[in-house]
């Protein structure tokens, strides 16, 4: 079992930045792959962003690439995401998810690949 909680939402003008951080707690933190969700009012979660239990391999949706960065401290048990550029569509409710690790490159997209699940922090960005 391990919990996970989100911080660091928040009001963000167009072109501003936003550190996202995921505090997990419980089993050993290397043994999962982590990911960043995020959804909007009236549409399904979407994936964003995943890492590698080492940070060795990351995955990013495209909407993203070149503006946002996953990251993780194992020591600290924590992964980020620092999301710069910031567009109004992207605003919805973003979570952090862990998925049990398979292999050393492990990354998932799917959100039913997930095995556990913060319960999101807000984000708004106004145009």
């Known amino acids: 079992q391990v919990q996970l909680v989100e911080s660091g939402g928040g009001l963000v003008q167009a072109g501003g930045s936003l550190r996202l951080s995921c505090a997990a707690s419980?089993?050993?933190?290397?043994?999962?792959?982590m990911g960043w969700f995020r959804q909007a009012p009236g549409k399904e979660r979407e994936f964003v962003a995943t890492?590698?239990?080492?940070?060795?391999?990351?995955y990013y949706v495209d909407s993203v690439k070149g503006r946002f960065t996953i990251s993780r401290d194992n020591a600290k048990n924590t992964v980020y995401l620092q999301m710069n550029s910031l567009k109004p569509e992207d605003t919805a409710v973003y979570y952090c998810?862990?998925?049990?690790?398979?292999?050393?490159?492990?990354?998932?997209?799917?959100?039913?690949?997930?095995?556990?699940w913060g319960q999101g922090t807000q984000v708004t960005v106004s145009s």
């Open positions: 419980g089993r050993t933190f290397e043994s999962y792959v």
């Open positions: 890492i590698s239990w080492r940070g060795e391999n990351t």
């Open positions: 998810a862990a998925a049990i690790v398979r292999g050393p490159r492990d990354v998932r997209a799917a959100p039913e690949d997930y095995d556990y």
